[in-house]
């Protein structure tokens, strides 16, 4: 029993770090999209959301091949650092951060778009400069939809199976996230372990759904 | 001069092109740009306020170059010191009255407190009689409330001038007859340069010392100052 909480306390680490990084990646991502003008913008939107749609088993597998210990990174990394990310609760990181990324990103995108460009016209005229705007102006209209986005990241990477288990294996205490636990649960037959685990799994994210759906909903004119 | 601007642009957008090309020069305190819509008066304010950056020319405000293609100066926005109100208003819907007015006093990357602005704050708040709703939001204010609000927004920094986006459009005929007074008696006491875009005859025969008439993108009749 007492590796389910190591299970989930792990899992809560790999998520809240996933989560961190896309809210500076993926929101980052998400105002680029919105505000450059360029040549293959949807190419690009396209591409930065196939993590959303593909098996996680494929992207798992890019993974390997790009941070493996023989991969053009992962090689670069083990000879320059000593710095191995595989079968590491920070390879379990970046899977899990990959995979919700277009989460964060679309939501932001779509968040930034839809903030009235006169208001960030009167921020200018008022003295403002570009970071200042994006912090006074920008973020607080768009703040909802960019969290909504943000909350369902940590849901997805709460939940994140595939990758993480081609990426980070599944070593108790190490890398074995509750997702991963409750396969092993189910396939040694610990079905108290795997009740528990389930139902600790599915009442995390009813919560946070909740929240994002609140968030991402009409808004009440207080 | 209150206002010197010589300027081209090119517009595309939407399968359409415009091309802007404005010349005029005022020494009024009060300018009116008039003309139906789509004839470039809101490109030329934009272009005055640093929003809009035209291909090429020269803009003075108030003896000051804030543009010139020729020697490369391009004064941002928010280096121009210039009194902008908005259509319709663009007053920060998740900031109070006050905020939105200290909104220009405060530097750095949050937003004013509830109760911050000194002395100037408080003095505009007072001037417009917006005492009663300081601490309300922008949807919460009636129409005339909320021009107020814009304007002592845009003010409350001492701007070098006063631009206004068709300022009265937004209001219903009763209190844009008001409104219309008011402004007239507060640019009286500022005295500070005005430059008004609008399509409404009755802006421009109450402001319009200077009138600057626009069609399709050009100067078609710069009057000469009202005597």
Redesign the interface.
Known sequence: MESAWIALALSLKVAGWATALNLVLGVAAGFALARLRFPGRELLDAVLTLPMVLPPTVLGYYLLVVIGKRGWLGAWLWDTFGVNLIFTWQGAVIAATIVAFPLVMKSARAAFEGV?P??E??G??????E??LF???TL??AWRGVLAGVLLAFARALGEFGATLMVAGSIPGKTQTLSVAVYEAVQAGQDDTANLLVLIVSLTCIVVLLAAGRLAGPRS?A | MSFEVRIRKQVEGGGRRFELDVAFSTDARRTVIYGPSGAGKSLTL?AI???LKPDEGTIYVDGHPVFDSGSRIDV?????R???L?Q?Y?L???LTVRQNIA??LK?????PSRHEGGEAVDRWIQAFELERVAQQRP?QLSGGQRQRTALA?ALV?EPRALLLDEPFSALDPELRSRMRTELDTLLERIGMPMLMITHDPEDLARFGDHRVMLRDGRVRDAEPERS
């Open positions: 009235d006169q208001l016209r009167a200018r005229v008022l003295g403002l400069n970071w200042a912090f006074r102006v607080p209209m004119t | 934009q306020a640093g929003l941002p926005a928010r280096e121009r210039l009194g902008y908005f319709d663009a920060f819907p998740q909104f220009a530097r750095g990357w949050l937003n949807h927004r920094n």
